[in-house]
């Protein structure tokens, strides 16, 4: 059983008092039972790995001593299973995926999936707007996506991925709801809707199944990918942090957890607590929960961000709300120079010191995601936003190409790319994001400072694809989905699988180890600190796959 851990000591000082009397009004065996999410998940490792005794500091000192550059590659939307459901490494290393022991699919998947009756498909309801699903019958199981969905072709199919539909799709650990909650639903549905509508009428109703998102891509597809993890560390037990989708998950990155907006109205709030709300909940896409606490997307009020989201900015998360340290705060205090390159930045620089309130043309500007995706940079929602910006932290992915070839990078780099390039489906194709990150990684590997440097590949958050491995419940908001990672370094342990229990907290736990920087709060102080995957008395060598 896992404790809880008091999410009190990192809200706002106004909702601690509120929000300790309604954590102590929950029994936490019914919680933990009542999600059924504890059954098959790896045993945590907290604290630092093999830090005990004198080889343990030993560890630490290397670690220190040999890494001085933390490179977080952040793509969008893809879960584990979805990208290497069918790896096998070619060491005979066991992969918790879709395969059994034989290298066959896992019996155990097959029918799984179920309407919101709790009926299995007989056959899986597959989108007549893709071209390739068109005349196709498939059963109900996983099944190879490129002979209908090419990794390098993109159509206009994303599967839905909000805060409480993920969690009804995970349904208490099953796995079994992910076809049924894909696709459909309303934008918003009112509270009293919400209070009137039985549950299952309800998924019935908004819900449109759809069956590729069970759909997995092989190292055919994806060729670099598999190469790295075939070459350096693939995570199999890695998670996104937060149920939903990409504007939380980016901010777990940086601060592991949401914003908050206390002084947001009633009718933007979901009125039940989300562990409460079943599959009702699933479609209750309110963009805040009973306590305030942002679940879905909502884009930031300063710098550049969305054209056309006036409605959506006007219950954005008041930066001022935002009282806590994220880790550029920490790297600050600390005197460790990091930076968050976006592709395309210097484009949209003009706008990065305005407010979405401001006179003249305020900062709603950017009116495609292939050229900028505001909700995805976390450092806008931040009361520090115009120092970060100039003090140079906010920087452009062509410079980060150029500092890797001059061997000029911050202590900390994170990467992301418009919607041209992150791999989030409708936007992006598997493979075009996959070129993008091998020139990210090519660069870094051919610079003078590929020795001294780790690089993680990673993603927000699984997108709505289907991954077979049941979530743990740490506290209230995660975690979501399993989520493809990989560690790339000259010191990262050949050929490795990972199977301790980790994720994205467990980059900022690695970063805040490496540069002796304070937790954030219980996620990065309890998670899994990723040093198992690297080996400090190997010989560095040059990069390959």
Request: proline fraction near 8%; charged fraction near 20%.
């Amino acid at each position: 059983m896992v404790a809880m851990p008091a999410l009190a000591s990192f809200r706002p000082k106004k909702l601690q008092g509120q929000e300790s009397r309604h954590m102590r009004g929950i029994d936490r065996r019914r919680f933990l039972k009542h999600l059924g999410l504890m059954a098959g998940s790896a045993a945590v490792a907290p604290g630092l790995t093999g830090i005990a005794g004198a080889s343990g500091m030993s560890s630490l000192q290397k670690l220190r001593h040999r890494i001085d550059h933390v490179v977080v590659i952040f793509q969008e939307n893809r879960s584990f299973d979805h990208y290497f459901g069918t790896f096998r490494p070619r060491n005979g290393q066991q992969v918790l995926n879709l395969l059994d022991g034989n290298g066959q699919l896992d019996g155990a998947f097959v029918g799984l999936q179920k309407n919101p009756a709790g009926i299995p498909y007989s056959v899986l309801p597959l989108p007549a707007e893709i071209p390739g699903f068109s005349t196709a019958e498939l059963p109900n199981q996983p099944f190879h996506m490129a002979p209908y969905l090419p990794a390098d072709s993109d159509v206009h199919w994303d599967p839905r991925h909000r805060f409480f539909r993920m969690m009804a799709e995970i349904n208490r650990g099953r796995m079994d709801r992910f076809v049924a909650l894909a696709g459909g639903g309303r934008k918003h549905l009112s509270r009293d809707d919400f209070l009137k509508i039985d549950p299952e009428e309800m998924a019935f109703d908004l819900a449109r199944p759809s069956g590729p998102v069970l759909g997995y891509y092989n190292g055919e597809d994806l060729p670099f990918y598999h190469h790295l993890a075939h070459r350096y560390v693939l995570f199999d037990n890695f998670f996104q942090a937060m149920s939903g989708g990409s504007t939380g998950n980016a901010l777990y990155l940086v601060a592991c957890r949401s914003c908050v907006n206390p002084g947001v109205a009633d009718r933007h709030v979901a009125p039940l607590d989300p562990w409460k709300a079943g599959f009702g909940g699933a479609f209750f896409d309110l963009p805040y929960d009973s306590e305030r606490v942002m679940v879905n997307d909502l884009p930031p009020v300063q710098g550049p961000t969305g054209a056309g989201e006036a409605d959506a900015l006007r219950i954005s998360p008041p930066p001022h709300a935002q009282t806590y340290d994220n880790i550029g705060d920490r790297l600050d205090q600390a005197r460790v120079d990091w930076a968050w390159y976006n592709e395309n930045w210097n484009r949209v620089k003009p706008w990065a010191l305005k407010t979405a309130f401001g006179p003249g043309d305020g900062s709603a500007v950017v009116d495609t995601g292939k050229l900028y995706v505001a909700h995805h940079n976390p450092f806008q929602y931040y009361p520090r936003w115009k120092e970060y910006v100039r003090s140079g932290h906010i920087r452009d992915a062509d410079d980060f190409l150029e500092d890797a070839r001059q061997g000029t990078l911050p202590g900390v780099s994170f990467l992301k790319a418009s919607a041209a390039h992150d791999e989030h489906p409708a936007d992006s194709a598997p493979f075009q994001g996959m070129r993008w990150v091998e020139r990210l990684v090519r660069a870094v590997a051919e610079g003078p400072a590929w020795e001294r440097t780790a690089i993680f590949i990673t993603y927000d958050e699984g997108g709505g694809f289907w991954d077979s491995r049941p979530p743990k419940v740490v506290d209230h908001y995660g975690f979501g989905t399993r989520i493809p990672a990989l560690l790339v370094s000259p010191w990262a342990r050949q050929g490795l699988v990972d199977h301790h229990l980790a994720s994205t907290a467990s980059i900022l736990r690695f970063i805040g180890t490496r540069f002796a920087l304070e937790p954030l709060n219980h996620r990065d102080r309890n998670a899994y600190d990723l040093l198992g995957a690297f080996d400090w008395d190997q010989r560095p060598g040059a990069f390959h796959v």
